[in-house]
């Protein structure tokens, strides 16, 4: 029961230390961006909940515009590739 209780305790820390990592930071990837975020293309809002279409998405987060098509990453980033 204990063992439970602090997992929850621990995972709910590392959310808030991984919703504090800013962009420019060299762990960027790993942070976890809680804002809602707009196409840089079009403005687009973006969905909170996303539906990866590639293993980037998946693994880091990341949207892909419904308006434009445009990719960008969870700050709202546009990746050119
Ligand atoms: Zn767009």
């Known amino acids: 029961m204990n ?3 602090i997992g929850i305790i621990v995972g709910i ?4 230390f991984l919703s504090l990592i800013k962009k420019d930071d060299k762990l960027a990837h790993l942070g976890i961006n809680l804002s809602r975020i707009y196409c840089p ?5 973006q ?3 996303r ?5 980037r998405q ?3 987060g990341g949207h892909t515009c419904r308006k434009c098509g445009t990719e960008m990453d969870k700050y709202g980033e546009e ?3």
Not at 41 to 45: L, V
Not at 51 to 55: A, E, F, R, T, V
């Open 3 to 5: 063992t439970i209780l």
């Open 51 to 55: 539906k990866p279409n590639s293993q």
């Open 58 to 60: 998946a693994l880091y």
């Open 79 to 81: 990746i050119i590739e």
């Open 41 to 45: 293309n079009c403005n687009e809002k």
């Open 13 to 16: 820390v590392l959310v808030f």
């Open 47 to 49: 969905p909170i909940v």
